[in-house]
């Protein structure tokens, strides 16, 4: 410690000297200033109270200046994060060119301190923000030493999470991060990395929180947690030296992505404790929705005041926390549906009972208003306003896997599957009449897929026609005729992914998503070594997720932070071992050999 404070006050001239030895587009000095290019350098520390390394701090009234050689502004007051952090946050006030932080309780004794200012300070001018510091010190007589690396990333899509909080525990219960603060914290960056130094050389549990209201606790109703399965030993010593403690441009990929991990984290959002009704709304004469708090409700009796029990159709998603309501029955309904609902409701004490409730469906102004209007104005009613509505349509490039789509805007009452019309053309301009399946979706009633018992062929046109008033819905009205017409892709620059998989032990959800991973084009439901096909791909990036469906319900399922249940296991194929992105060309057979028992090692 003497050596190092030998060398502490050569620290700012040296940050200074950092700066200048860096090249930048600055405005000639020689000229008038309104002439010159933009300023684009960032602030630079010309000095620091307390130095570095000090230890002995005082708890009461703790005060640290950061002086920098130009004027600066507080660009965002929750990028000054103090580790362990106290129960309320820090307060950066400016005074000249200093930025003056101050603490309104008293520090912990013998207690190593880091105090970050990453992405919170920025010029007064021309906004160049600067890039960082960490001050180190303590209010006991040493430094703690040891330091970790991590990265912490959403637990469906594996995309780094910016801004969570990683905390670190010595107390190992599990309630913990309910209660206490952590005894060492820090933020993500723009890439989900963390990285925590001067901590002490002992066990501790290890979490991540996106934490919400910035309490530095874990909200479980409101928050997504992610936890480390093993208790954590830092093994590695901090110094100055490390890649990783850098302070890096975050839209220098080739940097950021060369720093070292020790630990990954996954988020997740745990299934809420607590089951109660949330949400409510009446979206139509005969329609209505209510959320609950938590998946998997259990409702024992519902019912529409006023109306016999089979006239109400309902359907929960499947996460059975989400319920739509109809009212079969054509009668004019009143402005206020009155449902009779008996759920297993948390009392008081946090258990759940059965509970009956009356939830009230009202109109809004909104809604009302459009209503009188259309009675109104039934002159203007037009032919669509009295058709049973539905949406028919084919993907040429999945309809050999998913059929025709179909779905209605509301239940039906009646249905003419039968007199569905599917015909074929072939190249040859030759027509040929052939049958269809009907699979009724099970998690949506309004839903289905027509499949033709043929396979499709290529250069062949496909025709599915609805006939007029083959299906009635719950308003009374009949369909309009439509028909969808289909061809599979026969362009030559399209490609495809073929993935021959092996090590196949148990059930597996296998998704071709986009570059953004936010939406899916192809998915399988596997449990045996087989081949997987992924025709009709345009040149582009792309990626592929495969889900351990441990809970064999075809649902991608979340974990349990009492419970130590991670959420269900995904990996992405990565076909260079280092990127996830699958990079497409035109006129591709791109082929892999995948072992599923290896990935999720």
């Known amino acids: 410690m003497t050596k190092l404070k030998k060398f502490l006050p050569l620290i700012p001239a040296a940050l200074v000297l950092a700066s200048l030895m860096v090249p930048h587009g600055c405005a ?113 007589s040493q430094i703690d030493s040891m330091c970790l690396t991590g990265i912490v990333q959403d637990c469906n899509t594996l995309m780094p999470v910016k801004g969570a909080t990683v905390m670190l525990y010595k107390d190992q219960a599990d309630s913990a991060i309910f209660l206490r603060r952590p005894v060492a914290a820090a933020k993500t960056d723009d890439w989900g990395f963390f990285s925590i130094r001067n901590i002490q050389d002992t066990v501790y549990r290890v979490y991540a929180i996106k934490d919400e209201n910035n309490n530095n606790l874990y909200d479980p109703e409101s928050e997504r947690v992610a936890f480390l399965d093993t208790l954590f030993r830092p093994t590695i010593q901090y110094n100055d030296s490390l890649y990783e403690f850098k302070k890096f441009d975050m839209k220098d990929t080739a940097l950021c992505l060369a720093r070292n991990t020790q630990i990954e984290l996954n988020l997740f959002r745990e299934r809420p404790s607590k089951q109660y009704i949330v949400k409510k709304e009446r979206v139509g004469e005969r329609t209505a929705y209510m959320t609950f708090m938590a998946p998997d409700t259990k409702i024992h009796d519902m019912r529409i005041k006023g109306l016999p029990r089979e006239k109400l159709i309902h359907q929960f998603n499947p996460q059975k926390d989400s319920l739509e309501l109809w009212v079969n029955d054509q009668r004019k309904m009143p402005d206020t549906l009155q449902l009779v609902i008996k759920y297993d409701k948390t009392d008081t004490t946090g258990t759940l009972k059965p509970t009956e409730e009356t939830v009230k469906f009202t109109y809004t102004k909104e809604q009302r208003g459009e209503m009188m209007k259309k009675k109104n104005n039934t002159r203007d009613r037009k032919h669509e306003d009295t058709l049973c509505v539905m949406t028919a349509k084919a993907d040429p490039t999945t309809v050999e896997q998913y059929g025709f789509d179909i779905e209605f805007q509301y239940p039906l009452i009646q249905d003419g599957w039968d007199q569905l019309q599917f015909r074929s053309v072939n190249p040859r301009q030759q027509e040929a009449v052939g049958a269809v399946e009907v699979i009724k979706d099970s998690t949506n009633l309004r839903h289905f897929r027509v499949m033709p018992k043929e396979p499709f062929q290529v250069g062949y046109d496909y025709y599915l026609k609805i006939p007029h008033r083959q299906f009635r819905d719950i308003n009374g009205f009949y369909n309009d005729s439509t028909q969808v017409k289909v061809t599979l892709p026969n362009d030559d620059k399209l490609s495809s992914i073929t993935l021959e998989l092996s090590g196949v032990h148990t059930k597996y959800i296998v998704e071709l998503l986009n570059e953004k991973r936010d939406k899916v084009i192809r998915s399988f439901i596997i449990e045996k070594d087989g081949t997987l096909l992924f025709p009709y791909l345009k040149s582009g990036n792309y990626c592929v997720r495969m889900t351990e469906d441990r809970s064999n319900n075809n649902i991608v399922d979340t974990g349990n932070l009492l419970e130590h249940r991670q959420p269900e296991k995904v990996r992405f194929f990565k076909p260079d071992k280092e990127k996830f992105l699958i990079k497409v060309l035109e006129k591709a057979e791109m082929v892999w050999e995948v072992n599923m028992e290896e990935l999720f090692q």
């Open 28 to 140: 000639n000095t020689t000229t008038p200033p309104s002439g010159g290019p933009k300023d684009t350098i960032p602030p630079v520390i010309t000095k620091l109270s307390p130095m570095p390394g000090t230890t002995n701090v005082p708890v009461h009234k703790t005060k640290l200046t950061f002086t920098f050689n130009e004027y600066v502004k507080i660009k965002d007051a929750n990028g000054v994060y103090l580790s362990p952090p106290l129960e309320k946050k820090p307060k950066a006030t400016i005074k000249g060119k200093s930025v003056v932080v101050t603490f309104e309780s008293d520090l912990d004794t013998n207690t190593t301190y880091t105090l970050d200012l990453t992405g919170a300070i920025a010029d007064n001018n021309e906004g160049n923000l600067f890039p960082g510091y960490t001050l180190v010190f303590s209010t006991g």
